[in-house]
């Protein structure tokens, strides 16, 4: 659906994430297998997956897409004019680090409307 320009929020449908944690929504979107911390790591190695999403298009999923879904696009979900300013600054830099290494990345600060949270 990805790559005929659907635009698509994420789920945590195969492999399950056992807790909700961005961190391991986007490294299982993007490597289609367990986090190293999850019981099942190494469970679905053999198992063929025909397409693993791109940084970019998990980020897109997470991001506009799920605002969208939730009919909140209008609001928040991107960086423009008159949203809502909602986003984090990471401990790590996200597009260099290993994609099996994304689940330990944690957020240095939040900033939601515009004001520092923590």
Not at 43 to 71: H, R
């Amino acid at each position: 659906l990805i790559k005929n320009g659907v635009l698509c929020s994420f789920a945590t449908d195969f492999p399950v994430v056992q807790y909700y944690d961005t961190f391991q929504e986007l490294q299982t979107g993007l490597t289609r297998k367990p986090a190293k911390s999850s019981p099942e790591y190494g469970l679905y190695d053999n198992i063929p997956v025909p397409y693993k999403a791109t940084l970019d298009e998990m980020l897109v999923t997470l991001t506009i897409a799920g605002a969208y879904q939730l009919s909140f696009d209008d609001i928040t979900g991107s960086f423009e004019v008159g949203k809502s300013a909602d986003f984090v600054i990471l401990d790590q830099n996200i597009e260099t680090i290993n994609i099996e290494d994304i689940e330990n990345i944690k957020i240095d600060r939040m900033i939601v409307m515009g004001g520092e949270i923590c």
